[in-house]
């Protein structure tokens, strides 16, 4: 088969509605979905508090979080299969090979990225806006949310930027998920697999589905990026 | 008492450097002080240790006769006491958003805070701007906002720093109105300014600021 009839039959698939390829995409999206909901509450609360608060060991944890930027997502699978095996700490819990686990990992993963960015936006903020916010009545906690609010352009950024990483990984999904066809196969894992046995039309199919996405995430961090820049 | 804000022995020093050694400094209702100096002098260092958004190293502060010698005591007083910035921050909200702000802090239910930001919107000649970003507006524009939001809150005291730099005539003139509002409603307004035309104000109190000492 030629790249031309691979990539006529990959269009195919995608327009004819092809149900496994549209469960693939499903998988993607969710499990992404909802890691970064997962992730985005305390990444961003302690981007936050790094950003405002000076505290002992407070420099260890951004180093930390810096360190943990450069993790390829691999290694990290390797730490979530650790720890979810039947061996490992959270064993019990039986969630190896599950959404839940690459749920978990990929929570894992955008972790870092939210919290680095938040510390980043919130930093940047201008240190009258506290002020002006006291100024005019503002308790120590109405300040800090003004702050957050006046960081949210660049805190969306933040989150728009973890989907993207997240949606793109492989090594974790892989490690912790096992590529299960209708279970735990999402886009990444799926053009691994198929490509691996030279079925490339479903391959190129989901690839055009991941770099369309990726362009939709990228667009929309313009757009964020646009207008906090604009001010 | 016609007193509103007085501090005694204040020290502030910027590492070695001693900024200011006040030795007693009071401010009476129904008056406007001129705080003068040249820059760096540390007239927005003493407003904002009266706004409590700075410490002092040492020193007695006293508002309508009550001691607020803590930076977060005298900070709680907004909004009675309000300090404005040479160059105000408006939020990244809309211009009616950002003149309730204070208000919203305080609890005004929504139909009284709109009518309240109306009336200060023309007051300050700004009702066509109400729905205008901050980074839609002129530098005068932002800083009549910053007025407005002062003033809907009705402050006992307003610290302005440097209100008129860079502004046209239009709303320089609103910064003078709105010093003869606070005059005629028995507050005060303290105004650090190298404005000349503002410094040459009549009846108000001029206070230079000199090798961190008040003359």
Not at chain 1, 193 to 205: D, R
Not at chain 2, 9 to 35: C, D, F, I, P, Q
Not at chain 2, 48 to 64: R, T, W, Y
Not at chain 2, 185 to 213: F, P, W, Y
């Amino acid at each position: 088969m030629t790249l031309l009839q691979a990539t006529q039959q990959a269009f195919e698939l995608l327009l004819g509605g092809d149900a496994a390829l549209w469960n693939i995409i499903g998988v993607s999206l969710r499990v992404s979905t909802l890691a970064l909901i997962c992730a985005v509450p305390p990444a961003v609360a302690m981007g936050f508090a790094l950003a405002t608060f000076t505290f002992p060991g407070r420099r260890v944890l951004v180093v930390l979080l810096q360190t943990l930027l450069a993790l390829p997502t691999v290694v990290i699978g390797l730490i979530m299969y650790l720890l979810l095996s039947r061996q490992g700490v959270l064993g019990a819990w039986h969630w190896l090979f599950t959404q839940q686990a690459m749920i978990l990992g990929q929570a894992v993963l955008a972790f870092p990225i939210l919290a680095a960015m938040t510390l980043s936006a919130v930093q940047s903020v201008d240190k009258r806006a506290a002020e002006t916010a006291k100024t005019l009545g503002a308790g120590r906690m109405q300040a800090m949310w003004t702050v957050l609010l006046e960081a949210r352009f660049a805190v969306l950024v933040a989150i728009t930027t973890g989907f993207g990483r997240v949606l793109s990984e492989i090594g974790c999904a892989m490690m912790v998920g096992g590529n299960i066809a209708g279970v735990t196969r999402n886009i990444t894992t799926a053009i691994a697999l198929e490509t691996s046995k030279g079925e490339f039309a479903q391959g190129i199919a989901l690839g055009v589905v991941l770099v369309a996405l990726a362009l939709a995430v990228n667009f929309t961090m313009a757009f964020f990026q646009g207008k906090g820049l604009t001010r | 008492m016609n007193s509103i804000f007085s501090l005694q022995n204040l020290r502030k020093s910027h590492g070695e450097r001693l900024l200011l050694n006040v030795e007693a400094l009071e401010m009476l209702r129904g008056s406007t002080y001129l705080l003068l100096g040249e820059n760096g002098v540390g007239k927005t260092t003493l407003l904002k240790i009266m706004a409590g958004l700075e410490a002092a190293d040492n020193g007695n502060f006293q508002f309508d006769g009550q001691s607020v010698n803590n930076a977060s005591e005298r900070a709680a007083l907004a909004p009675r006491l309000i300090y404005v910035h040479q160059h105000s921050y408006l939020f990244y909200t809309s211009v009616a958003e950002n003149i309730g702000y204070g208000l919203k802090l305080r609890g005004i239910a929504k139909n009284e805070r709109d009518q309240l930001v109306a009336a200060e919107m023309a007051w300050a000649g700004i009702s066509h701007l109400r729905d205008v970003p901050p980074n839609q507006l002129s530098g005068g524009e932002k800083q009549r906002v910053a007025m407005a939001r002062a003033r809907v809150l009705k402050p006992e005291l307003l610290l302005l720093d440097e209100p008129t730099a860079n502004l046209d005539d239009a709303a320089r003139e609103q910064v003078v109105e709105l010093i003869a509002h606070m005059r005629d409603a028995n507050n005060c307004v303290v105004i650090a300014t190298h404005d000349k035309e503002l410094s040459e104000m009549q009846d108000a109190v001029k206070l230079k600021l000199e090798d961190g000492r008040v003359q």
